[in-house]
């Protein structure tokens, strides 16, 4: 009885691991047969630059929601690191020190959400949406209303808007941060207790591992990944601006990490599936673009096709 | 006799696979009557509650209520027929107020489909006057002592017109004075008509309060009984039987090692939490299995807590081969070699989701990790070499903990914390929940690793068990530990009285 459970859980098991890149293949069929320009070469790219950095922050937030958290606060992170950026490049500090100070605002963020969800054991939604809106405040405080150009800054503009072997440099950035995040999954400690907690967190507690401190280093994870995607965003853009990442860009993030099959309640998920499900995302919108359909219907479409795709995955567990 | 019993139960069965837990079992209770429901683990009373209370169908048999056969394995059912069952856990909303608890799930309404509030209040005002029962109605149900919430249980069942109530331990969160005041509670039930079935290792209350006696062993009525005609000691022999007795007398004359080595893994002196336990004293001794046994709701499993560094002491000391230990988390007892098997596995012990390999690793990932990298391989192979020293079936590492059976889980709990290679081994209730295989299968290991000193503390409830593997065993009660026997020096008689209170 034992070896049949397993062996049929194995099934089960078989068929979830490939359902989503059957299901990127199957609809990149139909839009290819709909419309050619949808399989060019200059497109394909161009999807992979388009889901770059909602990609970076749901590989880095992945963590946070198998530990049965939340992240709500990427979006104003995402903007407020641009600036930081900006400023940092009118104080024509070393292209080294601007990024490093961009990441550290995010991690900032990520440090004291973590803090407080672990050390005051708060509802995560509820202490994101808090640094959601106290960050967004901060960004208007530094920046104001208006939009900082980032003129004759080569360097700076090679990170989001270089290519590096024919290929644009955000992509590249967005494979580097993915494959080592999935390495970090697969082969440390963290990826363990990670998992760990979501499925347990008391029997993690009781196994004799810190659970806050893995907590505190998951947000900051994730607040690190959302400023990353600011800087390359205000580099490809050129300006820095109060606002960018607005709301929105959070559902989104979580929606790539939901897809990817990582429970929303914690426990089990992979950082691999993860960067699976941004390209479902980024495929379907891509398509939709191209096939001009309007943006509301697409809004409907797409918030169709996630509710659908989770009802099949949790009907098939 | 005119009125029929409330509760005729007429050849009951039950039997899971191989093992018959309850042998064509007749029970009745009559209006007014007050019956006691005693016996061992796994004696079969949880079984014949089960079939009482519709949460299980027997394998044969009928139960008839006020006369009339009713159907089986149907818990709604029953709740129509009047009867009610009190659990040892409080079963109510404790932020929902005590009328809105009695009330739950089936509010008087008014027109327009509104709560009606003053009908609920004056219906649990008359139920309150009628039984002598007294509770502030709009309090939350969590602001209430124990003893309160149990009324309020009492009082949601007499909303529901139950005649039959089952109360299941109902004492074993209370304090003495409370239980008295229970007993006053029941006393008042009774005078009304209602008949209650009183489950309790306690002998001294089912002698307070109890009309009658009906004594399980092994599945079947050994004695039913007016409490008036039977005397404590027969009861206690009745229970334990001639069997275990006479296993027990065996067992300690082969094999017991009390003291172990002579070398104390573990010393507690004095060790008091205010309100939960006291003045706790033992060593325990390298090569050594000690049991500490008695009643749920006797504080063994805090003082474990305290032990391994989740619950703050008050006041006392712990060492730990010889060297004095304070504990703030469990990384610290476990930096000084102690592992603990907590009592429930789901809940405390296991990552269910994740493989049996993760699971058996997660206690000691640092010895896994070359620079900032972790194994796979080593924990592979770790795991092979646990899967097969405890033959955890079946033997793949891939496997999802929450696949397996409940022994074969217990087996990789012990496992993880085996791979710690303790110094003081803790287990609480390490075979709840486990078959009969897996269970000597644990036993065996805990042999094994007493032979290769260990020094190793077990509580547990079930007698047998405590009989079974303990070279010395502790009976602690309230919070107090009230004796240390060597195993070999002690009878389950004496236990049984020691561990309901009684002194011998």
Known sequence: MNADTASRASNVERIKANALPLAILVIMAIFSLTEPAFLTPGNLVGIARQVALIGIMAVCTTFVIMTGGIDLSVGPVLAIAGLVAYFALQADLPLVMVIFAGLFAGALVGFVNGAIIALLQLPPIIVTLATLSITRGAALILGGPEQHLIRDEPAYSFIGAGNFLGLPSSIWIFAVVAAAMIMVQRATPLGVLVAAIGNNERAAYLSGHSTWATKVLVYTISGTGAALAGIIQSSQVHTALATYGPFGTELDVIAAVVLGGTSIMGGNGSIARTVLGVFFLGVISNGMNILNVPIDVQLIAKGTIIALALALASRRQ | ?504
């Open chain 2, 1 to 504: 006799m005119a009125a029929p019993p409330l509760i005729r139960g007429t050849d009951l069965s039950k039997v899971y696979g191989t093992l018959t837990a309850l042998n064509n079992t007749n029970f009745t209770l009559m209006p007014s009557e007050v019956r006691a429901l005693i016996g061992a683990n796994g004696a079969g009373k949880s079984t014949l509650i089960k079939i009482l209370t519709g949460a299980i169908a027997p394998t044969s048999g009928t139960v008839e209520i006020s006369g009339t056969p009713v159907a089986l394995g149907d818990p709604r059912a029953m709740i129509r027929n009047g009867l009610a069952c009190i659990y040892q856990h409080a079963n109510l909303a404790p932020d929902l107020s005590v009328l809105d608890n009695i009330f739950l799930g089936r509010q008087p309404t008014s027109r327009f489909g509104l709560v009606n509030t003053k009908a609920q209040r004056s219906e649990a005002q008359a139920l309150m006057a009628r039984h002598g029962i007294e509770v502030d109605v709009d309090v939350p149900v969590g602001n209430l002592p124990t003893v309160k919430q149990k009324e309020v249980e009492i009082l949601k069942a007499l909303a529901l017109n139950a005649r039959i109530i089952l109360m299941d331990e109902p004492t074993a969160w209370l304090s003495a004075s409370e239980v008295t005041k229970l007993h006053e509670t029941v006393r008042a039930l009774k005078s009304t008509g209602v008949g209650i079935v009183y489950i309790s290792h306690v002998l001294d209350e089912i002698f307070a309060v109890c009309d009658t006696l009906t004594i399980l062993r092994d599945g079947k009525v050994v004695a039913e009984t007016d409490v008036a005609k039977i005397n404590r000691p027969s009861v206690v022999e009745l229970m334990v039987g001639e069997k275990l007795a006479r296993d027990s007398a065996q067992a300690s004359s082969k094999n017991r090692h009390p003291r172990g080595t002579g070398e104390i893994g573990l010393s507690v002196r004095n060790l008091t939490k205010h309100g939960v336990y006291r003045d706790i004293s033992f060593d325990l001794y390298a090569g050594e299995i000690l049991c500490i046994t008695g009643l749920i709701g006797s504080k063994r499993t805090e003082l474990l807590q305290t032990l391994f560094g989740t619950v703050k002491s008050d006041s006392g000391t712990v060492s730990v081969t010889g060297a004095p230990a304070v504990f703030r988390k469990p990384s610290h007892a476990m930096a000084r070699g102690i592992g603990l098997v907590p009592e429930d596995r789901h809940r405390d012990g296991l990552m269910l989701g994740m493989t049996v390999t993760e699971n058996l690793a997660l206690a000691t990932l640092a010895k896994f990790l070359h620079g900032l990298f972790l194994s796979s391989k080593g924990m592979a192979e770790a795991a092979r070499a646990s899967i097969a020293d405890l033959s955890i079936r079946p033997p793949d590492g891939r496997h999802e903990v929450g696949l397996l059976s409940g022994g074969n889980q217990q087996k990789v709990l012990v496992g993880k914390w085996l791979n710690l290679a303790p110094k003081v081994l803790i287990l609480d209730e390490p075979t709840v929940g486990v078959d009969v295989g897996a269970k000597a299968e644990i036993y065996g290991i805990l042999r094994r690793e007493r032979e290769r000193g260990k020094a190793i503390l077990v509580v547990s409830s079930d007698l047998e068990e405590v009989l079974t593997i303990a070279d010395r065993i502790a009976v602690m009660v309230s919070g107090s530990l009230v004796a240390l026997h060597d195993a070999g020096a002690i009878g389950s008689k004496e236990l049984v009285r020691e561990i309901g209170g009684i002194a011998a």
